[in-house]
């Protein structure tokens, strides 16, 4: 199963943009990038996925590395209920997730 | 309405007891899943059924038994249970079985404690 690697935590002010990056070296031609966020005592909850091309939608955008070893979550405009753990994942057969340790993402007033 | 259900929501139970955890999607879903959270918060696969059939089946003791009755359940049976079964358990659903596009939902979780 590939891997990602994701920075433990990060921090933000409120109305500024974050990126957040993932590292998945191993990737397979195949291999989707989903992310994924889970909010406090709550399931997770999709965000979005790409596989080649940069990816926008009503939430986020995310950026893909031209060699697909890397990839970047950005929300444009933080508020304080996008403090959440943001889990990257590369969705293999059956669809199955494998998550990691995420990003946990502060935001402060 | 609720997109994906579980009951109960919280789950105090002992040590070798037989416990069921249930799970409800009205999405129309043809696939169902179930995660263990570990007090670590790592998330795990467990199971992932696809029209009531079994298809994915990670190494999870033979204690833990998925039963999906309609493609729109799939409640986790739990024996002898044990104190590392001390966990959130989480149901979720998608569209598809083996189209690693498809997007799943989560359920809100069941914490099990087992003292």
């Given at each position: 199963?590939?891997?990602?690697?994701?920075?433990?935590?990060?921090?933000?002010?409120?109305?500024?943009?974050?990126?957040?990056?993932?590292?998945?070296?191993?990737?397979?031609?195949?291999?989707?990038?989903?992310?994924?966020?889970?909010?406090?005592?709550?399931?997770?909850?999709?965000?979005?996925?790409?596989?080649?091309?940069?990816?926008?939608?009503?939430?986020?955008?995310?950026?893909?590395?031209?060699?697909?070893?890397?990839?970047?979550?950005?929300?444009?405009?933080?508020?304080?209920?996008?403090?959440?753990?943001?889990?990257?994942?590369?969705?293999?057969?059956?669809?199955?997730?494998?998550?990691?340790?995420?990003?946990?993402?502060?935001?402060?007033? | 309405?609720?997109?994906?259900?579980?009951?109960?929501?919280?789950?105090?139970?002992?040590?070798?007891?037989?416990?069921?955890?249930?799970?409800?999607?009205?999405?129309?879903?043809?696939?169902?899943?179930?995660?263990?959270?570990?007090?670590?918060?790592f998330l795990k696969i467990m199971f992932s059924y696809n029209n009531k059939e079994l298809i994915i089946n990670e190494t999870v003791p033979?204690?833990?038994?998925?039963?999906?009755?309609?493609?729109?359940?799939?409640?986790?049976?739990?024996?002898?249970?044990?104190?590392?079964?001390?966990a959130v358990y989480f149901c979720a659903s998608s569209q598809e079985t083996g189209a690693s596009t498809d997007t799943q939902?989560?359920?809100?979780?069941?914490?099990?404690?087992?003292?």
């Amino acid at each position: 199963d590939a891997k990602t690697t994701q920075p433990n935590s990060m921090e933000s002010n409120e109305e500024e943009p974050v990126h957040l990056p993932c590292n998945h070296s191993t990737i397979s031609g195949t291999d989707y990038i989903h992310w994924y966020r889970q909010l406090p005592s709550q399931g997770p909850e999709y965000v979005i996925h790409g596989l080649t091309s940069n990816v926008n939608n009503r939430m986020a955008s995310l950026a893909i590395a031209e060699d697909r070893k890397s990839s970047t979550l950005i929300l444009h405009r933080a508020t304080l209920r996008d403090a959440a753990v943001y889990y990257c994942i590369l969705a293999g057969g059956y669809n199955k997730l494998i998550f990691g340790a995420g990003t946990r993402l502060a935001v402060h007033p | 309405d609720t997109a994906v259900s579980q009951t109960p929501k919280y789950l105090v139970t002992q040590m070798g007891n037989d416990k069921s955890i249930k799970c409800e999607q009205n999405l129309g879903h043809d696939t169902m899943y179930w995660y263990k959270q570990d007090s670590k918060k790592f998330l795990k696969i467990m199971f992932s059924y696809n029209n009531k059939e079994l298809i994915i089946n990670e190494t999870v003791p033979n204690r833990f038994s998925p039963k999906s009755p309609d493609k729109a359940h799939l409640n986790l049976h739990i024996n002898s249970l044990e104190l590392g079964d001390s966990a959130v358990y989480f149901c979720a659903s998608s569209q598809e079985t083996g189209a690693s596009t498809d997007t799943q939902y989560f359920g809100p979780g069941t914490r099990l404690t087992v003292l």
